[in-house]
């Protein structure tokens, strides 16, 4: 991505480091207040070295954790708007299924915060369905709203009106260094900028930001495999680009669950992944391993065996993603304990990409001090004992 034609300069009302789904939201938030934001990105855009890349993710209602599904809502709205905005298509309805063992407690939380009674069987989900093979006593339920977020479209998106609004966007840059204070000052490999209030979302990078500021999160990277799986004879498995998503809940043989997505990026290949990985450096998350020996390729193959008869049992392709996730896996978003006007996003957990439209404006809320639209309970970074050290 080209620089921005604008002058460089030194001071702005807020800085915000990592320019991923995340933090664009945030920056565009606060460019549409009028504040006077730099987004600062480390790598060239666009790039595939985060967790923000790819052309797809689930988009859902369906949450076992109430305060998400509350959250949702107001997600789908500014997404809506986003398109409206831009006059881009970034959203395609296709439902989702979420299946797991009957009474199964997230199972059944998700059919309630939905508001759904129907629970499917194996001959009412092959009429939504058909390249799927239900299990004998397993049930699914709909959720009727979900579909697939066009994830790259998306990202360059919120750039644009972030960009439309005034605000700064430097990719290429680096940050080296973090000194806080009433203004704090960001240091990167091309400057050194200023501002009263700073957010910091760096994906797999936060922890090491956060450590400079006397904090020390429980932030584990994890390198995911993304694996999409071709179709034994085309067409035969039912595997449209608008055949429902599908995620797996309470799988003995899957205890992270499995997720899917319709053939999007490669034609006959549906994505199916694992939602779990390896522990990873995010510097070094490319290096190859190899996929005979992988337990999550492993576990993969046997469900789709089971569960997708219609596809091979070996990736076609594989990319890698990355995940940054916290113990609980609910996301952080809050203040530092120590600097207030330093805020901090993390630990998405491979399932913040939807929520990122209101993800970006409780971190713009916080930033200003305002009174966050939604219950931050679940977000604090006090819940976790023992973070704040000596900065």
Not at 22 to 34: E, K, M, V
Not at 200 to 205: N, S
Request: charged content about 15%.
């Amino acid at each position: 991505m080209a620089k921005t034609s604008q002058p460089q300069k030194s001071t702005y009302d807020v800085i915000v480091i990592g320019a991923g789904i995340q933090g664009s939201f945030a920056a565009y938030h606060l460019a549409q207040r009028h504040k006077d934001t730099l987004l600062l990105e480390q790598f060239l855009l666009p790039h595939s070295r985060g967790s923000s890349h790819g052309q797809s993710r689930i988009i859902r209602s369906a949450y076992p954790q109430e305060y998400y599904s509350c959250m949702m809502p107001d997600s789908f709205r500014l997404w809506q708007q986003l398109e409206a905005e831009t006059g881009t298509t970034l959203y395609r309805q296709t439902g989702l299924v979420l299946l797991g063992p009957p009474g199964e407690p997230e199972l059944e939380a998700c059919r309630r915060n939905l508001g759904v009674d129907e629970v499917l069987d194996a001959a009412a989900l092959a009429q939504h369905f058909p390249g799927f093979r239900l299990q004998a006593s397993q049930v699914a339920v709909l959720d009727s709203t979900a579909g697939v977020l066009f994830a790259d479209r998306a990202l360059r998106a919120a750039q644009e009106v972030f960009r439309r609004h005034g605000g700064t966007l430097r990719d290429g840059e680096k940050v080296l260094h973090i000194e806080p204070g009433a203004t704090v000052t960001v240091t990167t490999t091309a400057g050194v900028y200023k501002a009263p209030r700073l957010i910091i979302t760096a994906g797999a990078w936060t922890g090491a930001f956060v450590e400079q500021l006397g904090l020390r999160l429980p932030l584990q990277p994890l390198r995911i495999d993304v694996c999409y799986w071709r179709e034994k004879q085309p067409g035969s498995a039912g595997l449209g680009s608008i055949s429902p998503c599908f995620l797996t809940l309470g799988l003995s043989q899957a205890p992270h669950g499995i997720y899917g997505l319709p053939s999007i990026e490669y034609p006959g290949l549906m994505k199916v992944c694992h939602h779990h990985g390896s522990p990873t450096d995010p510097e070094k998350r490319d290096q190859a391993t190899s996929s005979a020996s992988c337990p999550d390729i492993a576990i993969l193959s046997s469900f789709i065996s089971s569960y997708l008869p219609g596809l091979e049992t070996q990736p076609a392709v594989m990319e890698t993603c990355l995940y940054t996730n916290t113990p609980d896996e609910d996301f952080i978003l809050d203040r530092h304990p120590k600097f207030s006007n330093i805020v901090i996003g993390a630990g998405f957990s491979g399932h913040g990409f939807k929520l990122a439209p209101v993800v970006g404006k409780l971190l713009c809320e916080l930033s200003l001090g305002e009174e966050p639209s939604h219950n931050m309970a679940h977000f604090a970074i006090t819940r976790f004992p023992g973070v704040l050290g000596a900065a």
